[in-house]
């Protein structure tokens, strides 16, 4: 076990893990990072998973992403239309209908997919359904029977 420090690197067989760090400003009282987002690839497939990071992180320009999988802030929407080449799918993390409201992740899956598919035009969107598969009581205001796990757009 060691500390990852800037970008770390990790290879099981053709898997590559690479921490991306120091980059969303979440650090310690020792100034340690407390967040970090992975690149994770294996041959030709891609994919950046912001974790708990809010945003992306710098250096994506130019990579091949099949899949970015973050939050679906305006800076994070604005970053990913200026990725070149565009990722093929935008999976949108933390998209929850919190009860109560007020928080900003707090969205309802198919109204978020069809708002982040307008503006990544070429990009399927994905926004998986957590309450679907996880509700949180039988009382809970928005939880509704469905067979789906994902509110799904294709490129447009």
């Known amino acids: 076990l060691s500390e990852a420090r800037g970008t770390s690197c990790l290879e099981i067989g053709d898997l590559r893990l690479t921490a991306l760090c120091r ?87 198919l109204t978020e997919a069809e708002i982040v598919a307008g503006m990544l035009p070429g990009v399927e969107v994905l926004v998986p359904n957590r309450e679907a598969a996880f509700p949180f009581s039988e009382g809970h205001a928005s939880n509704k029977a469905t067979t789906e796990s994902c509110a799904s757009l294709p490129a447009r």
Request: charged share 25%; aromatic share 12%; hydrophobic share 30%.
């Open 23 to 109: 980059y969303d400003n979440s650090f310690d009282e020792q100034d340690r990072m407390n967040k970090f987002s992975l690149l994770i690839e294996s041959g030709d497939t891609a994919l950046c998973y912001s974790a708990d990071c809010h945003h992306l992180p710098p250096g994506l320009t130019g990579k091949h992403l099949d899949a970015v999988f973050s939050w679906s802030s305006p800076e994070t929407v604005e970053r990913i239309r200026t990725l070149a080449p565009l990722p093929r799918r935008f999976v949108v993390m933390h998209c929850d209908d919190h009860s109560p409201g007020g928080f900003w992740c707090g969205k309802y899956p």
